[in-house]
Antibody, heavy 121, light 107 residues
Framework: EVQLLESGGGLVQPGGSLRLSCAAS????????MSWVRQAPGKGLEWVSA????????YYADSVKGRFTISRDNSKNTLYLQMNSLRAEDTAVYYC??????????????WGRGTLVTVSS | EIVMTQSPATLSVSPGERATLSCRAS??????LAWYQQKPGQAPRLLIY???TRATGIPARFSGSGSGTEFTLTISSLQSEDFAVYYC?????????FGGGTKVEIK
């Protein structure tokens, strides 16, 4: 079955760190760019970060640049998001999303169910 | 960045009726526009890309149209499983941006 499964969310204090993972199955993971997209409670969708299929190119929204790092391990079919210096405004459900191309086409044809990150003291 | 504005925020429709959702871009995005459906507690699902191309497995009752700054998603005859929130997304300019969503609810 083609699917994405996120993990690693939880409650963290402001200024803290968290690493999200996304396990992919059912497709050739290394052939596709991947993104993280988040959704704050009751709000719309916000693209956060993307990485090419090879991992050689990465992209970040201005709101997370310098604080978040996207990476992937194609041998493990897993996408990661290292989140540092977390702020209350980073509270959201974080979705892992698959791009149709190896380099980003920038729309998303498969999404995971998401993992909730809550930044609060 | 390009601002995507969806209207209406909420659309009340009876099963079997047609639903028309609008999405406007603050500047031209050509045909680089996607639509997604999201049900409560679920991941978004790609419906349309390239403004009018249905994604794999999407029923023919879903259709997209438009180019430039004005786009429409039409659901020709609403089924019970279609009541959800719909988002448009432009991918013509970086960073990609989403609209605020239209909730389609049962009338």
């Amino acid at each position: 079955e083609v699917q994405l499964l996120e993990s690693g969310g939880g409650l963290v204090q402001p200024g803290g760190s968290l690493r999200l993972s996304c396990a992919a199955s059912g497709f050739t993971f290394s052939s596709y760019a991947m993104s993280w997209v988040r959704q704050a409670p009751g709000k719309g969708l916000e693209w956060v970060s993307a990485i090419s299929g090879s991992g050689g190119s990465t992209y970040y929204a201005d709101s997370v640049k310098g604080r978040f790092t996207i990476s992937r391990d194609n041998s493990k079919n897993t996408l990661y998001l290292q989140m540092n210096s977390l702020r209350a405004e980073d509270t959201a459900v974080y979705y892992c999303a698959k791009d149709p191309g190896m380099t980003p086409y920038w729309y998303f044809d498969l999404w995971g169910r998401g993992t909730l990150v809550t930044v609060s003291s | 960045e390009i601002v995507m504005t969806q209207s209406p925020a909420t659309l009340s429709v009876s099963p079997g009726e047609r639903a028309t959702l609008s999405c406007r871009a603050s500047q031209s995005v050509s045909s680089n526009l996607a639509w997604y459906q999201q049900k409560p507690g679920q991941a978004p699902r790609l419906l349309i890309y390239g403004a009018s191309t249905r994604a794999t497995g999407i029923p023919a009752r879903f259709s997209g149209s438009g180019s430039g700054t004005e786009f429409t998603l039409t659901i020709s005859s609403l089924q019970s499983e279609d009541f959800a929130v719909y988002y448009c997304q432009q991918y013509n300019n970086w960073p990609v941006t989403f609209g605020g969503g239209t909730k389609v609810e049962i009338k």
